[in-house]
């Protein structure tokens, strides 16, 4: 049951209004004037306090002040007789939800605390949002104690409290969003949205819209108006991921946005203003793209102004125990379980090249502690028999890349042939844009015809 506060110097108007709320179903106190309206709508103990704006030695713009400064969740409405533009304004500057003139109905007033109520609400769940993402993406979720892990965490410390835009750089699976994740939670922009996007899943016309909005009818289905994800952003913080999967054309547009602070709806020429953290990442080797021609210089320059480079999870094999216990403890709470670990799990594990990184890691794990037998996680139960290319120490005597382009050739190929050949159906299938699936079929030497 919503609490609410009424501070009127009136003991009619007080006692009218009070048994109006209470027969709407709220619980009511009430103030006889505005320095015990100061001194009770102070305490957090109410979602709304109505205040009358002119009263004795403390009026409305007072207890408005008092409350605001001390419960600023708390939503204040002022009544006012006057009805003047400036007590209006000034009240609505000091933080007050709205206003109501008298004489008012019952209506009015319910429908008024009614969109206070809302508005409580939802800025009660936009900051417990803000709290839950803080908790989840705090330091201690960057788990390590490597050198590089330290200076990962040393640099996000240094760059989070700027505005400074920061490119993430680094192979699949080694945390790249989650350190994206972690900057913007120790941001000055950490109570505003993290508004993440895979550039690599969204085709690039589909994604000028996504990002920058559309006007209505600017495209068939465009039957209206829309923002675009720049705009929900504002305040926040925007992360692409696979930045260099987007074309040269969408790069430029991109570009513009980030110099100039704004972004133009597709089909609109008018402006808007956006504000908002830029973080990027990628998995390419971003000069190799510009020299081929495709990821555009000067883009490049604009992103790299604070860089990561997030090692791969071979390369920070002592990380290996802690991750092990974090990854364990995480899917034993979320399964409700208790799995050890085998002490052959580590050192089978130790010699192991992660082709997926830490993405793989954690699939693992929870893969095992799903599956558990008797309570304890063995070596085949994360690393199973049979698959020489994945064994221990790499014995099928192929390199890394050789066994990524081998599965990436195997499961473009086979798409293809069951699409009959057409690319769009395949990128589909795959979960990649036609212009991602192009690249790899150009990069491994594809060439497959359709029989349609």
Not at 49 to 66: C, E, F, N, P, Q
Not at 291 to 317: G, M
């Amino acid at each position: 049951m919503a609490k609410l506060l009424i501070v009127d110097d009136q003991r009619n108007m007080r006692t009218t209004l009070a048994m109006m709320l209470r027969g709407a179903g709220f619980e009511v106190d009430e103030a006889e004037n505005g320095e015990a309206g100061c001194e009770r709508g102070g305490t957090g103990a109410y979602d709304v306090v109505l205040t009358d704006l002119r009263m004795g030695s403390k009026d409305g713009i007072d207890v408005l002040r008092a409350v605001k400064d001390s419960q600023p969740m708390t939503e204040v409405i002022v009544m006012t007789a006057y009805g003047t533009i400036e007590s209006a304004v000034e009240a609505m500057r000091f933080g007050a939800f709205d206003y109501i003139q008298k004489p008012f109905t019952e209506q009015e007033l319910l429908v008024k605390v009614g969109k206070a109520l809302d508005n409580r609400r939802l800025a009660g769940e936009v900051a417990f949002l803000a709290t839950e993402f803080k908790d989840r993406y705090k330091f201690e979720n960057i788990v390590g104690r490597s050198r590089s892990v330290r200076e990962v965490l040393g640099r996000i410390v240094r760059i989070a409290p700027t505005d400074a835009i920061v490119l993430i750089t680094g192979e699949s699976g080694t945390g790249k969003e989650l350190v994206a994740k972690a900057i913007h939670a120790n941001s000055k922009r950490a109570e505003r949205m993290f508004v993440p996007v895979n550039c690599a899943a969204i085709t690039d016309t589909l994604l000028e819209s996504e990002l920058f909005g559309h006007a209505k009818g600017s495209f068939t289905g465009a039957v209206n108006a829309r923002k675009g994800l720049f705009e929900e952003a504002d305040g926040g913080t925007f992360f692409f991921d696979e930045i260099a999967e987007t074309s040269l054309a969408f790069q430029a547009k991109l570009l513009r946005a980030i110099q100039e602070s704004e972004v133009r709806r597709v089909g609109e020429n008018k402006p808007i203003q956006v504000n908002v953290r830029i973080i990027a990442a990628t998995n390419q080797d971003l000069l190799t793209a510009i020299a081929e021609k495709r990821f555009r210089q000067d883009l490049y320059y604009r992103l790299n102004v604070a860089r990561f480079q997030l090692p791969a999870l071979r390369d920070r094999r002592e990380d290996l125990p802690d991750l092990l216990a974090y990854f364990l403890d995480k899917f034993n709470r979320k399964m409700g379980t208790r799995a050890r670990l085998d002490e052959g799990v580590l050192e089978a594990l130790a010699h192991y090249d992660f082709p997926g990184n830490i993405r793989e890691l954690e699939h693992m794990i929870e893969q095992a502690v799903a599956l558990v037998q008797d309570g304890v996680v063995m070596r085949d139960d994360v690393l199973p028999v049979g698959r020489p290319d994945d064994a221990p120490g790499g014995r099928s005597g192929r390199t890394l890349a050789e066994v990524v382009d081998g599965a990436e050739r195997g499961a473009i190929e086979t798409a293809l042939r069951d699409c009959d050949g057409s690319r769009e159906k395949a990128a589909d299938l795959l979960g990649i844009s036609a212009t991602t699936l192009w690249r790899k079929m150009t990069r491994l030497g594809i060439v497959y015809e359709s029989r349609t």
